[in-house]
């Protein structure tokens, strides 16, 4: 009796000793990452290699910037992860689209920028390309009288002011007196600049009537006869000065005639 109970002892042990030995067993098998926590993936390279799914995990950067988990050749539909490839090409899909759009956008600056200097360029030689006139009428203490026209226009190739003044004679006037105000010294012909609100820009321009002296500064004299050539009917100058500010020359509106001894 007691051998029979010591056979069944030894028995209950035996199965214990077996059932703890496969426990061990099951536990060693298989690969475990401390990482993932799985028993699934093996390091390589810095990639995790599935065992199971014969997936290989990398990452790659998206077209945001984002870190991203990707698998090296296909995609993975299991886990729902797009290739690596994929990943890349559509970030440079994305890249390549941005830089498109900068160079279209900065063409389309570049384009503007140079409409805006040549609609600029054709606004300045349009006020630079006007006619800007005046006249007025002198009258003498004898009765006599001028008429003084003045007409001026700018001259980009050498940046002159192009200054055509006649003097005509009033009816009221004598041949010998017209004449006398080209002979004598002392009068001038003075031509002001006004903007738009009557105040005077740039320096005015003195023209002499007196022509041999008028002559001494370039200016030309023309006389305009009538029926004879002695009668005098006006007296043409042209003359050129040299024009200093042309942002001034741009606001001036009208010309202002006088007789100055």
Partial sequence: MKCYRHSKKMKNLKNLFFIFSISLLSTACG?????????NFESADGNYFDNQNRDIISQEYNEFG?????????????RKLPSCNDVRNKKNRFLNKQADNQERILKQQEKEKQKNIIDKKKKISKILDRQISGNNFIKFDDGSGIFVNSKIKFNPSNSNLI???????DRNTTIKSFKKLFTEDGKYIQISFLDSD???????????LNIVEGQNQNIIYRKKAGNTAENIIAVRMLTRKPLDNILEFSKIKKL???LKN
Avoid: A, H, M, Y
């Avoid at 690969?31 to 028993?39: L, S, V």
């Avoid at 200054?163 to 004679?169: A, D, P, S």
């Fill in 256 to 258: 202002q005639i006088s």
């Fill in 198 to 208: 009557g105040f005077e820009l740039l320096s005015p321009v003195r023209l002499p």
């Fill in 66 to 78: 984002i870190i991203q988990d990707c698998t090296i050749g296909q995609s993975s539909n299991q």
């Fill in 31 to 39: 690969n475990w990452n401390i990482k993932t926590g799985t028993n």
């Fill in 163 to 169: 200054i055509n003044t006649q003097v005509e004679r």
